[in-house]
């Protein structure tokens, strides 16, 4: 997915340039000064922000312009043209506005300018009181969200974590290969949370919530009313019942706190082994080998990552991590875990100093179940986010919801798709009627390897192979009877944005009409 340039590259915007250099729906990237601008153009409307993304500094140059908007083509982020505003997750941050003079056939960027971001219009009847549980990415999302918004009233998040909302994503991948320093970490902050007046209640275990009397129970025995409710719990990661999993050098990995103690394990480690071969188990044995210990994989499937990305791409991750010098032993688990080995159903004997499990997760559901809440192999959900009580939101790993795509109800354990259900269920609460409707996008870093994933694919027929998987330049299609479902692509970035408006399109047409929140396709 590359590294955005220090430097701002392309034409300086400020000296003007020909107004033919931005051909209508199109886009150039230049400078200003030492700023990286962006200008755009739709009809005879011209925008200039800022040209790097807020998120993870991606180059917006490069991405795609649908309607009023900009796509990152890293993650696919959304800003507005008009007002800068980060209209879809991850990135969450503004981008500048300049503005745009012509004369003389040129198009001159001149001074900053704040963006001329619309006034949100809320029922009048909104809530005095609103209580999110969970402090990870959809509890986040939605409490900025409510602030950005202009909601005014009481706003608590309660976490069991030790830490305030991180970008978790990198725990596994930059931050624990050493490439990313702990300050990149927290997505806001400690004195954000008291500037928006968001009550962040850390080390907090909720006992109970009850719809009814519109209560949330803490463990400590204290009680928090509540008019409007946001469960964002998350998921948990699946703990193996084997002897030896309960050893101090045995880690998973979903907290900050899970992480740090990894990274210090990792420090002093020669040898690991990584149980389970999922994105976040090969993510960490990428990281772990960036730090030269030795890394051994265990899994009982043929391949990795063959039920998502089928065959050919599992044959091909699993090629680049031995090329990376990690040892994979699949079709069969560990039977034991002893101080400095792990023993394997197979007879096999692995030495390790370091053991991380990542055997996947499960909705944190109890809660809910509780509640009296309709369940659905998760939290039940309608298209609005809403569970079975009135007032009552969910959203992120433990929502599932009625995919418009299909028509399926699906759940999906992805970072973006639970900050942008998040911003969703914040509107909603305000007494929006928005339909979620995003398209699911995750996104996998692995040594120099990018993988972006578009859509959701829980079972497909057909993947189908444009471009070489060798040359790390292709896009793979994943159908079911014919009808496109979701699309990978590796290291062709527009390619995956194109994919999305697509899928995008596909809901569209097969909805309409549907109220959008912020954008029209062209």
Same mark, same amino acid.
């Given at each position: 997915?590359?590294?955005?340039?220090? &430097?701002?590259?392309?034409? +300086?915007?400020?000296?003007?340039?020909?107004?033919?250099?931005?051909?209508? =729906?199109?886009?150039?990237?230049?400078?200003?000064?030492?700023?990286?601008?962006?200008?755009?153009?739709?009809?005879?409307?011209?925008?200039? %922000?800022?040209?790097?993304?807020?998120?993870?500094?991606?180059?917006?140059?490069?991405?795609?312009?649908?309607?009023?908007?900009?796509?990152?083509?890293?993650?696919?982020?959304?800003?507005?043209?008009?007002?800068?505003?980060?209209?879809?997750?991850?990135?969450?941050?503004? !981008?500048?506005?300049?503005?745009?003079?012509? *004369?003389?056939?040129?198009?001159?960027?001149? $001074?900053?300018? $704040?963006?001329?971001?619309? &006034?949100? @219009?809320?029922?009048?009847? &909104?809530? =005095?009181?609103?209580?999110?549980?969970?402090?990870?990415?959809?509890?986040?999302?939605?409490?900025?969200?409510?602030?950005?918004?202009?909601?005014?009233?009481?706003?608590?998040?309660?976490?069991?974590?030790?830490?305030?909302?991180?970008?978790?994503?990198?725990?596994?991948?930059?931050?624990?290969?050493?490439?990313?320093?702990?300050?990149?970490?927290?997505?806001?902050?400690?004195?954000?949370?008291?500037?928006?007046?968001?009550?962040?209640?850390?080390?907090?275990?909720?006992?109970? #919530?009850?719809?009814?009397?519109?209560?949330?129970?803490?463990?400590?025995?204290?009680?928090?009313?509540?008019?409007?409710?946001?469960?964002?719990?998350?998921?948990?990661?699946?703990?193996?019942?084997?002897?030896?999993?309960?050893?101090?050098?045995?880690?998973?990995?979903?907290?900050?706190? +899970?992480?740090?103690?990894?990274?210090?394990?990792?420090?002093?480690?020669?040898?690991?082994?990584?149980?389970?071969?999922?994105?976040?188990?090969?993510? @960490?044995?990428?990281?772990? *080998?960036?730090?030269?210990?030795? !890394?051994?994989?265990?899994?009982?499937?043929?391949?990795?990552?063959?039920?998502?990305?089928?065959?050919?791409?599992?044959?091909? %991750?699993?090629?680049? /991590?031995?090329?990376?010098?990690?040892?994979? /032993?699949?079709?069969?688990?560990?039977?034991?875990?002893? $101080?400095?080995?792990?023993?394997?159903?197979? =007879?096999?004997?692995?030495?390790? +100093?370091?053991?991380?499990?990542?055997?996947? !997760?499960?909705?944190?559901?109890?809660?809910?179940?509780?509640?009296?809440?309709?369940?659905?192999?998760?939290?039940?959900?309608?298209?609005?986010?809403?569970?079975?009580?009135?007032?009552?939101?969910?959203?992120?790993?433990?929502?599932?919801?009625?995919?418009?795509?299909?028509?399926?109800? #699906?759940?999906?354990? /992805?970072? !973006?798709?639970?900050?942008?259900?998040?911003?969703?269920?914040?509107?909603?609460?305000?007494?929006?009627?928005?339909?979620? $409707?995003?398209?699911?996008?995750?996104?996998?870093?692995?040594?120099?390897?990018?993988?972006?994933?578009?859509? /959701?694919?829980?079972?497909?027929? &057909?993947?189908? #192979?444009? =471009?070489?998987?060798?040359?790390?330049?292709?896009?793979?299609?994943?159908?079911?009877?014919?009808?496109?479902?979701?699309?990978?692509?590796?290291?062709?970035?527009?390619?995956?944005?194109?994919?999305?408006?697509?899928?995008? *399109?596909?809901?569209?047409?097969?909805?309409?009409? %549907?109220?959008?929140?912020?954008?029209?396709?062209?």
């Amino acid at each position: 997915m590359g590294t955005a340039q220090d &430097k701002p590259s392309g034409p +300086d915007l400020g000296e003007g340039v020909p107004l033919g250099d931005v051909p209508d =729906g199109g886009m150039l990237g230049g400078h200003v000064g030492g700023d990286a601008v962006l200008v755009a153009r739709r009809g005879d409307k011209f925008y200039a %922000i800022g040209a790097t993304c807020t998120h993870y500094s991606g180059p917006l140059a490069e991405g795609l312009m649908v309607g009023e908007t900009v796509r990152c083509p890293w993650h696919h982020a959304r800003f507005c043209l008009r007002t800068g505003e980060a209209l879809g997750a991850p990135a969450l941050n503004p !981008v500048s506005c300049w503005k745009v003079e012509q *004369r003389n056939g040129k198009l001159f960027v001149r $001074e900053k300018t $704040e963006g001329a971001r619309a &006034k949100r @219009v809320t029922p009048a009847a &909104k809530p =005095g009181r609103i209580v999110i549980v969970g402090g990870g990415a959809a509890g986040f999302a939605a409490a900025e969200m409510l602030r950005r918004e202009g909601f005014e009233g009481s706003l608590t998040m309660l976490s069991s974590d030790d830490a305030p909302p991180c970008d978790r994503p990198n725990l596994s991948k930059d931050y624990l290969a050493g490439n990313a320093p702990e300050d990149w970490i927290p997505l806001r902050p400690p004195e954000f949370y008291r500037d928006a007046k968001i009550d962040l209640q850390l080390r907090t275990e909720v006992a109970a #919530i009850d719809p009814k009397s519109r209560e949330v129970r803490l463990a400590r025995g204290r009680s928090i009313g509540f008019d409007k409710l946001l469960l964002a719990t998350g998921a948990e990661p699946v703990r193996l019942k084997l002897p030896g999993a309960d050893l101090p050098h045995v880690h998973y990995l979903r907290t900050l706190a +899970d992480s740090r103690a990894l990274v210090a394990k990792a420090l002093a480690s020669r040898r690991a082994v990584v149980i389970g071969a999922s994105f976040i188990g090969l993510e @960490v044995a990428a990281s772990l *080998r960036a730090r030269q210990v030795e !890394v051994h994989v265990v899994g009982p499937e043929t391949r990795p990552m063959e039920k998502i990305l089928g065959a050919e791409a599992g044959d091909f %991750i699993r090629g680049l /991590h031995e090329e990376h010098g990690v040892t994979f /032993h699949f079709g069969t688990t560990a039977a034991r875990i002893g $101080e400095h080995e792990v023993a394997l159903e197979n =007879g096999e004997t692995l030495q390790a +100093d370091l053991v991380v499990i990542g055997v996947g !997760v499960r909705p944190a559901m109890s809660l809910a179940e509780q509640a009296g809440l309709a369940m659905d192999r998760g939290v039940a959900v309608n298209e609005y986010l809403e569970t079975s009580a009135a007032g009552v939101f969910a959203a992120g790993d433990i929502a599932r919801w009625p995919d418009p795509l299909t028509g399926e109800r #699906i759940r999906v354990e /992805h970072w !973006v798709v639970a900050e942008r259900q998040g911003q969703t269920a914040a509107r909603n609460m305000l007494g929006r009627r928005e339909r979620f $409707e995003a398209v699911p996008f995750f996104w996998t870093e692995q040594y120099d390897f990018g993988l972006a994933y578009v859509g /959701h694919a829980e079972r497909w027929d &057909k993947a189908e #192979i444009d =471009g070489q998987l060798a040359a790390r330049d292709c896009s793979i299609t994943y159908s079911r009877g014919g009808r496109k479902l979701a699309v990978a692509v590796i290291h062709r970035d527009l390619a995956g944005l194109r994919a999305e408006v697509e899928l995008e *399109r596909s809901i569209a047409a097969g909805q309409r009409p %549907i109220a959008r929140a912020h954008e029209h396709l062209q």
